[in-house]
């Protein structure tokens, strides 16, 4: 099973797995009580939307690759040089990033860097600091709109254009060459 994303869970669940559908109401309900006790609007998931988005991401390594470039350049360092698949971690840094969020410092990159890559939730509320928490799956949540913003910045950063269609043949053959650089598939869309 790959990384994903979920846009609509709740409806997708509603009609098509009744044990998952209330296993995430109860998250979703211990969602506004967290919310509730930060101070911030609560998050009202909708059982019933006109289009549920689903899309597979780039899998693990490729959020990892980000995330890599994101603790770089958080504390000012430059870009990393593109890396392999055993060289896309830095743990040294990527353990003194944790330790300054812990400790409060506010951390830029945040929503990418501190959340689970298989579980916990981004939501529509704008909010700063990502909310930690053991009471739900996860343990961490994110706002989408920082997580954009974030993403964003980092892709001005990477010369990646903005305006590409996520299911676009170019897109996916540009990461399956940055995730494996020995194939022969083109690399424009990063040069």
Known sequence: MGLALEVGILADLK???EEGYASYVEEFEKLRTVFRSEGLEEHIEPDEVDDIFSCDMLGYSGIHYLRRIAAHRAPGRPTPAPGSEETYKNVALNEKYYESFDAGKDM?????????DAEGFYVPIDFKRVITTPTL???WVGSTQCLQAECAELARLLSMPLDIDYE???????ADAQLHPHSKLPRRLWS
Not at 108 to 116: A, F, N, R, T
Not at 168 to 174: H, T, V, W
């Open 15 to 17: 009609d098509a797995d």
């Open 108 to 116: 830029k990159y945040q929503h990418l860097m501190v959340h689970s």
């Open 137 to 139: 799956s996860g343990g």
């Open 168 to 174: 676009s043949r170019e897109l996916s053959n540009a």
